[in-house]
């Protein structure tokens, strides 16, 4: 027998997920979390040293510094955007703590996973200048690599001073992946969506009539290629639009589990991000035939491990400012990549429904974090959509929520700036793309002409800026050129060929962003997407004192290229573009000169690192990268890239003699 919904209510922890440290600063505090119901909460902050500790602060938090939002019957949204009117100091350890309800229950009490030995509450530091960050993108729950965001949190259990704290986490993408999802995380998923009562919908133009039916189909685990879009004409919309290759418009090749419902979304993002869901639920196998119990094994056996971290994941995010940006895997694989995509992808209600449910779940769990201020009528209409399911039985009303999903596809505010020092510009380069006129399937701008305007705007008159782009900027030149051929060919899709370059007009625009006379004098580019790591300085031609642009790419997290391929295609590269190849002489950038640094533990001059982790770079004043490190998952020394030549330890003297910091 069932238990009643109280009593299933009661059972519940208060907090699902988070709090997650979202935009951090002085006069500011964002943070994120989501709890089986709605709580009075009350924020402590417990401000000075240990010699002369000042009175702790406390706010309570009512409707105007806390918005709630249901996404079920037990699940709701909290996002606590607090003004200050006194601000808080630079540089020093605040202490924090989230009071729950009449009892004022502390987070020692109902989350203890989120503190670090020997310490009462967790902590944040506001830095006053972004001189040390952490950044990455692509982590796939089920990939056999360790998680990347473990070397995050060993390196915050060393590092006790406020000064030694990397200033944010920057997640420039794939933070879930809701088109490659294994199959004992989807059954996860739907014991948590009818553990917490996620909202059910109706699915116009499906083979099934709504969630529930979706969630109970035979094709449901392991074979929802066959639930994707069709045609009257039972024509499938992977046949009509790749002439029968074997890709869905869902392009993953990985799509067998793709996530559809909103339910799915917002309980993917639980499950990734803490530990607690995971004891609501239980991963016994559905119905499967023997291939794919074996593959549902293998993959359980891998998310175990994923799951084991997640206490120590929750932990860094519950003390360094989390900034986030999507990419395509966090709605689907070649999201808009081409002009041709979009008209498939769009034009049929059942694809458009499943991309607008998986940016409902980026606007509430990322985006708004980001930068509240640009949501006020996005949420409201969330808000809107949302009670009115809590009033009619927990199931979205189409209508209202096909009109948030236009909404959502119209907005174009998801890139944001930080007013840091490095300015950090954190670039959209999915929804706002230069589209082919000549031929609608060859690749799209990853900015259009007016996104791009903005970012020269945006940069005009810094000294030096931190960019965040998903896609890198300056790319590795063979897998381009192969990425160019299937392009050519009308396959783009097949090699996903995302990149600055496979647009004439946003290359050549970009590029000469970065040699406009008022533009910032350093660069550093952030990136991730390509599942391994590499580091281009970037010096401008014929020009003294700059520009100087630094391409950093971190990827992934917890997923890694396959290693032999990537080990041929360095090789490649290596010979067919060196210096004295014609082939590099025809491809050269005439106006700019590329240095690839090599990893300090390349074994063979191997430019590109093949290994799950964080990014790690290390500022000086001017906002020139000090050091650039992969801290490697696997519990391998950190990576350091370097030039052939260069004096490693003497700059590794130079960053480590300053005062505070302390040599792993």
Known sequence: MSASPCTRSSALPPVLAGPILRRQESTRLVLWLTASRPLDLTLRLSLGDSTAPAQ???????????QVIAVGRHAFVHLVDLRLDT?????????????????????????????????????????????????????????????????????????????????????????????????PMLRAIHALIERLGLFDEQLDG????????????????????????????????????????????????????????????MAMYLLAWSPEPWTLVDTQPPALDDKQRERYASERRHLEGFRQGLGDVARVMAHLPCLMIFDDHDVTDDWNLSASWEETAYGHPFSRRIIGNALIGYLLCQGWGNNPDAFGELIAQTDA????????????????????????????????????????????????????????????????????????QELLDHKSAIIVSPAPVFGVKLIEAIQRVFSWCGYPLLVDAENWMAHRGAAQVILNIFRHSRTPGNYVILSGDVHYSFVYEILIRHRKGGPRIWQVTSSGIKNEFPRRLLEVFDRLNRWLYSPRSPLNWFTKRRRMKVIPRTPEHSQAGERLWNSAGIGQVLFNEQGQPLRISQLNANGAPPTCFVDPGEDRHARDRQWFDQPGQSQR
């Not at 702790?56 to 806390?66: A, G, I, M, T, W």
């Open 56 to 66: 702790p602060r406390e706010h309570r938090l009512d409707e105007r510094s806390c």
């Open 87 to 183: 601000p808080l100091p630079y540089d020093s350890l605040i202490d924090y703590d989230l009071l729950i309800g009449p009892a004022r229950s502390p987070m020692a009490e109902w989350a203890p996973h989120l503190l670090y030995p020997g310490a009462a509450s967790p902590s944040f530091v506001i830095r006053r200048r972004v001189d040390h960050l952490l950044h990455g993108s692509c982590r796939k729950p089920h990939h056999p690599a360790a998680d990347g965001l473990l070397c995050a949190d060993r390196l915050l259990a060393e590092k006790h001073e406020a000064t030694a704290r990397p200033a944010l986490l920057m997640m420039s993408g794939d933070q879930i992946y809701a088109d490659d999802v294994a199959g």
């Open 206 to 265: 499906a083979v099934v009539d709504d969630s529930a039916s979706l969630y109970r189909h035979p094709a449901s685990y392991y074979r929802r290629a066959e639930l994707l879009p069709a045609l009257q004409s039972n024509e499938t919309l992977r046949e009509r639009f790749f002439g029968g290759v074997r890709k869905p418009v869902f392009t993953s090749s990985s799509a067998d589990n793709h996530l559809v419902t909103l339910g799915e979304i």
């Open 385 to 456: 959509l949302t009670r009115r399911a809590m009033a009619n039985d927990g199931l979205l009303d189409s209508q209202p929520q096909n009109a948030l999903i236009d909404s959502l596809l119209r907005f174009e505010q998801w890139h944001y700036v930080l007013p840091t020092q490095p300015a950090l510009v954190v670039l959209d380069t999915r929804t706002r793309r230069w589209r082919s006129e000549s031929n609608l399937a060859q690749p799209s701008g990853l900015l259009d002409w007016e996104a791009l305007c903005e970012l020269q």
